[in-house]
């Protein structure tokens, strides 16, 4: 796994691409991997703040992600208990309307099959956003249909939606999620850390 990781870390496939954004910014891919890991947490791609701390989910985003789960700061960014690999391990840009750019594809068919198989002791998948639950799951539902769905997917996997304040009416709109499966996914959590 260290050899990957340094590969990993060293990844320019994108610098073209992310030279041509809005950003113009180079390729930063933030890994945060360990083979101890026990949860998974299966995203789109970093995020500004992500690509410029290096750390996954370190904004109100990880804040609301962490309460969801019911796990300290602490728990959360233990290598042995989490590990995090977004469809593009680096910050894809802006559009013009000042929104996320979508993964690039390269990334993922890069390397999560070699991720994937460096990490033996997961026992609980958490597919955050459409674009993780379909590269996971191979579905093309909405990600509300996905997330509605999510005892389909039981044991082991759990999709979510995307914890940023963007879907704060979704939540709203979405009560079941907060009073039907988010005691199921805590519970689940503190199965897979014990």
Known sequence: MDELLTQIRACRLCAP???ATRTAHRPAPVVWLDPRARILVA???PGIQAHQKQRPFDDRSGDRLRDWMG???EEFYDLANLAFLPAAFCFPGYDAKGSD???PAICAQTWHDRVMAGLPDLRLTLLIGAYSQRFHLGTRTS????VAGWRDHLPGVIPLPHPSWRNTAWLKRN???ETDLLPVLR???RKALS
């Open 175 to 177: 009560p079941w999620f």
């Open 101 to 103: 750019l979508p993964p």
């Open 187 to 189: 519970a689940d959590v």
């Open 43 to 45: 995203g789109q791609a």
């Open 71 to 73: 796990v300290t700061r």
């Open 143 to 146: 990600m509300t249909e996905t």
């Open 17 to 19: 691409r992310f030279a």
